[in-house]
């Protein structure tokens, strides 16, 4: 029997570009390319949610993209930061300083001595004998300057009861909640044509929430002295992003799970859940990924690593002097001469369904993901190095386009949406893959972009970016260009590659297949396979009879209005995100289990019992 085929029906998300549904985002990336009232409906989108509406559109443009860290998040320039300090005494002349009797340590700590200064015991004097190491609380410059932030003014906590919920989070009810409703096919009415174990949700971070509200504040609370907080272990969990998803968004009892695989996290999660639609064992499946790495112990992080692009190798790489301020815009520079690249904070969701489900909802269809290839590196001299990996996933992705679409399709109508992370060794290390696979595949010019070059790079979620960018380029025909490079380095394989730094314009006819390709730190190399809606035309129309047809082009006309409706409510910020706390709760007194069905109250199909698993004894 034939697979499945996983339609994507919905997506949804927001990034350093805006909102996702509704090619919003990718809009802004490709900006210069559009007719001016389609530019001015996109600037007046997100103008609203900046909260600026009817802003000029320079102020728009300043506040989106990559860009300096804002003061939302914490000033760049005046960093907290703890540092050691010595007082040095000894017994003939002891330290002294006063302390409130509240805040006095028990016990107290080696060579101090407390000696009380009134009755009460409300203030001490602390004499110490010996050097003593203190923690000072002061600020520090941060080297690292840049990120990719979601537009400036918009809060998603704002949009719904978001109470110590951390900002990863806050972003995946938002995100979820966008594609959900650009189906265009309302949930309660897919879910009731499936049985409730036929849905999946698979989603996650790679930072996990470290914020105050997670995982951040409970490792720092004794540093701090603070309280750890019921919720900040919970919330702080890496799969966080599907668990919301499903208690809060969907009402989900299906599948559900977090794969992480470094940068490449979110086509693990589209891994999974395409196979799992190909073999008939879900209908639905919500995809996904969420980060937000923007705080200063993360960005310590990568810069000990000498990951991320400093102000100062940025000045060196446009030959400025060191009193001067960097061009924070360009940070991020793929295949260009770079120095690193640039953290950013994303949430990207797709819904997946199989596609005789979808021709019988009329679901809206914005392409589909026949395969998506993962393979490790082998041994390896350093963790963080890429490897032989990647040259697998690749060649497998374009020979199943090449299988499913043949030849010319694969060298004229094909495009790659590249990792691009804008550090000196992935544009040597990835161009030259890109090379070797085009020429064992006869390609002579392919489109090549980098979305980290406005987005900056979003971790878990890169590839969604990725994604939702190219079902852009499928419905506007426009690849996005480099816009952030001055050329392409000389050390860049670019022979067989079109690396431009303007968008490359492909027309809608002309953009049937993109590769979207990752590569991430340990060996998490993944690149899958994404078909336009064009070419699943002529699929669908194979697979189903015209009456077939004709049914769910009609069903179709109705999802695109309610579709349309809710992108019309959410370019004026009305996002009204899907957040069912503590309600439609299942009475499990009222659950019933037989030998070979379990139903669950609420819900409309039972699930069956007794699959063999395709064993036979």
């Known amino acids: 029997m034939a697979n499945f085929l ?42 609203h949610l900046m909260g600026i509406p009817g802003a000029d559109e320079q102020q728009v443009l300043d506040g989106t993209l990559v860009r300096q860290v804002e003061s939302g998040f914490f000033n760049v320039n005046n960093t907290p930061q703890g540092k050691r300090i010595t007082l040095q005494a000894d017994e003939q002349k002891p330290a002294k300083f006063v302390i409130a009797g509240k805040d006095l340590p028990h016990p107290l700590p080696d060579h101090w001595t407390a000696e009380p200064l009134d009755e009460g015991g409300k203030r001490y004097q602390i004499l110490i004998d ?34 110590n919920h951390p900002r990863g989070l806050q972003m995946s009810i938002l995100a979820a909640s966008d594609a959900v409703k650009s189906m265009g096919v309302d949930w309660q009415e897919a879910a009731r044509h499936v049985s409730p174990d036929a849905i999946a949700v698979y989603s996650s971070s790679v930072m996990t929430q470290l914020d105050s509200t997670g995982f951040g504040g409970m490792m720092q609370a004794r540093q701090l002295a603070t309280r750890v907080t019921s919720k900040q272990l919970a919330m702080g969990l890496n799969t966080m992003p599907a668990d919301f998803v499903n208690a809060y968004v969907l009402g989900s009892v299906g599948a559900t799970g977090g794969i992480t695989g470094a940068c490449a996290t979110f086509l693990y999660n589209l891994r999974q859940g395409v196979d799992e639609i190909r073999s008939g064992r879900r209908k639905i499946v919500v995809v996904g990924a969420s980060e937000a790495p923007i705080i200063p112990e993360v960005m310590d992080g990568y810069s000990a690593m000498s990951a991320l692009a400093t102000d100062a190798d940025l000045l060196k790489l ?106 000196p060794q992935n544009r040597i290390t990835e161009s030259r893959i890109f090379d070797e ?4 595949f006869g390609i002579e010019s392919w489109p090549v972009a980098a979305v980290k070059s406005y987005l900056g790079h979003s971790l878990g979620p890169a590839s969604g970016d990725q994604l939702v960018a190219s079902l852009g380029t499928f419905a506007y025909g426009y690849v996005p260009g480099i816009k952030t490079i001055d050329s392409v380095a000389s050390d860049v394989y670019a022979d067989r590659l079109q690396i431009s730094k303007t968008d490359i314009e492909m027309g809608v006819e002309g953009c049937d297949i993109a590769f979207l390709n990752s590569k991430g730190f340990g060996g998490n190399n993944a690149t899958a396979t994404v078909l336009s809606p064009r070419v699943l035309e002529g699929f669908l129309s194979k697979r189903y009879s015209n009456v077939q047809m004709r049914a769910f082009r009609q069903r179709q006309e109705q999802s695109a209005q309610v579709a349309a409706n809710y992108q019309a409510k959410a370019d004026k910020a009305q996002l009204e995100p899907i957040y069912a706390f503590g309600t439609d709760l299942i009475d499990e007194d009222s659950i019933i289990i037989s030998h070979n069905s379990i139903s669950l109250p609420g819900y409309e199909q039972p699930i069956t019992l007794g699959d063999d698993e395709g064993f036979s004894f």
């Open 318 to 423: 446009d030959g400025l002097h060191s009193s001067e301020t960097p061009n924070h815009r360009r940070a991020s520079r793929p295949f260009g001469e770079n120095c690193g690249f640039t953290l950013a904070e994303s949430s990207q969701f797709v819904v997946l369904m199989a596609d005789d489900l979808a021709i019988k909802l009329g679901a809206q269809v914005y392409g589909a993901v026949p395969g998506v290839y993962v393979n490790a590196d082998g041994h390896k001299k350093s963790i963080s190095a890429p490897g032989a990996g990647n040259y697998i996933t690749m060649a497998k992705a374009v020979a199943l386009a090449r299988t499913l679409l043949g030849d010319d399709a694969l060298r004229q109508r094909s495009f790659v949406h590249a990792h691009g992370s804008s550090t």
């Open 437 to 440: 696979v085009a020429k064992a």
């Open 130 to 163: 010996s050097d003593q190491t203190l923690t000072l609380s002061c600020t520090s410059k941060m080297p690292v300057q840049a990120a990719g932030q979601l537009p400036s003014g918009f809060n998603p906590g704002s949009h719904y009861r978001s109470q």
């Open 6 to 47: 996983p339609l994507i029906v919905g997506f949804g998300g927001y990034n350093a570009a805006g909102r996702s549904s509704g090619y919003r985002s990718y809009e802004r990336m490709i900006l210069e390319s559009l007719a001016a009232d389609q530019r001015q409906q996109t600037v007046e989108s997100l103008s």
